[in-house]
């Protein structure tokens, strides 16, 4: 079983420029996509999502639109469950197993990080903020394989 990894949108994937709102693909996006469907089940964590059990068709519309993701690819990815802050998420779909797991998120909310640090899970947290280094993307693609790595080592 691979391990899940807990993906945000906006700030990960897509970036947005001073010049125009339109949203554009992040450097790296396709080698990203490719190693991490290839490694992890993706499950959207993200506000545009919040408080849904799967992806707006709209939403997967548009992130196609961007990203040149198959729309069905991102709707086949489930949504973790959260109401105010996204680890509540990551505990929905993780619960009680013993399933390995990455975050890949651009803004974490001092809670989110208090419970990664008191759980001992910060290693698996992924900084990915392509609004402030375009090459973002590309780095957590790298780091993403460096907690592989030590995802293999725990199971």
């Known amino acids: 079983m691979k391990p899940i990894l807990f993906l945000d949108i906006d700030g990960?994937?897509?970036q947005y420029s001073d010049v125009t709102?339109?949203?554009?693909?992040?450097?790296?996006?396709?080698?990203?996509?490719?190693?991490a469907t290839g490694h992890f089940d993706i499950y959207w964590l993200t506000a545009w999502m919040i408080n849904r059990t799967v992806v707006p068709k709209d939403v997967a519309i548009n992130l196609w639109k961007h990203t040149d993701i198959p729309v069905e690819d991102i709707m086949a990815c489930p949504v973790a469950p959260w109401r105010e802050y996204?680890?509540?998420?990551?505990?929905?779909?993780?619960?009680?197993?013993?399933?390995?797991?990455?975050?890949v998120e651009d803004e974490l909310m001092h809670k989110e990080i208090e419970w990664l640090v008191d759980t001992d899970n910060m290693w698996r947290y992924i900084f990915c903020d392509v609004f402030e280094d375009?090459?973002?993307?590309?780095?957590?693609?790298?780091?993403?394989?460096?907690?592989l790595d030590r995802i293999s080592i725990v199971i």
């Open 134 to 147: 375009k090459d973002s993307l590309i780095k957590a693609t790298g780091n993403l394989k460096i907690v």
């Open 12 to 14: 990960v994937l897509w």
């Open 86 to 103: 996204k680890d509540e998420g990551v505990r929905a779909v993780i619960g009680d197993t013993d399933r390995q797991w990455a975050w």
């Open 21 to 35: 709102p339109i949203p554009a693909p992040a450097d790296g996006l396709k080698d990203f996509w490719s190693f």
